[in-house]
């Protein structure tokens, strides 16, 4: 494979990358809406749309072992490859969590819920944010941009806590609300876990541009 044919690769790979997230973005954001609008056909959506995801990161996957098979890359050609199947990880995790929280909206879509859902959404438009913050950190290899993604965790952090407490309250208030307040939670813990993998992410064009691992929640 000669050099022109290698920044081909890395140019389809970056672009694969970009693909998957968008496709990402839009689970997050369609999983939480149907959560707000007890929509459970959206939240199938969501579930189906899936499949679409896997596909990719496998392709990527696939993609990322090739170039390593085929060229042997070294230094910052190689940091780009390895960057490239974490942030694929990072991203189909997110993926899940997605279609974890549309799990729930199915699961109680045609119940009243015990309460308006206002930290929630507003966990939610923080941590599509970060989602947002951690891919446009990677397209334009922006280290100074990836470094201020824990300024936002840190704000996701203070919402989880904050609705595990008002939560935990209705719990203790009435044991009828035990199993929706228990749903809501499960809500807010993946919202905080796909914070954690846009963080990762940060973490590792850090990485493609220093060579140095980082932990940003330091």
Known sequence: MNRTHFEKELEDLHYDILKMGALVEEAIGNSILSLINHDAELARKVIEQDDRIDKKEVEIDDRCSRIILTQQPLAKDLRIVLTGLKINTDLERMADHAVDIAKTTIRIADQTYIKPLIDIPRMSDVVREMVKLSLDSYVNQDTELARTINQK??????????????????????????????????????????????????????????????????
């Open 153 to 218: 965790d840190d704000i996701v952090d203070g919402l989880y806590k904050q609705i595990f407490r008002e939560l935990l309250t209705y719990m203790i208030e009435d044991h009828k609300n035990i199993d929706q307040a228990t749903q809501f939670l499960f809500v807010a813990r993946y919202l905080e876990r796909i914070a954690d993998h846009a963080t990762n992410i940060c973490e590792w064009v850090i990485y493609l541009e220093s060579g140095q691992h980082i932990d940003l929640n330091e």
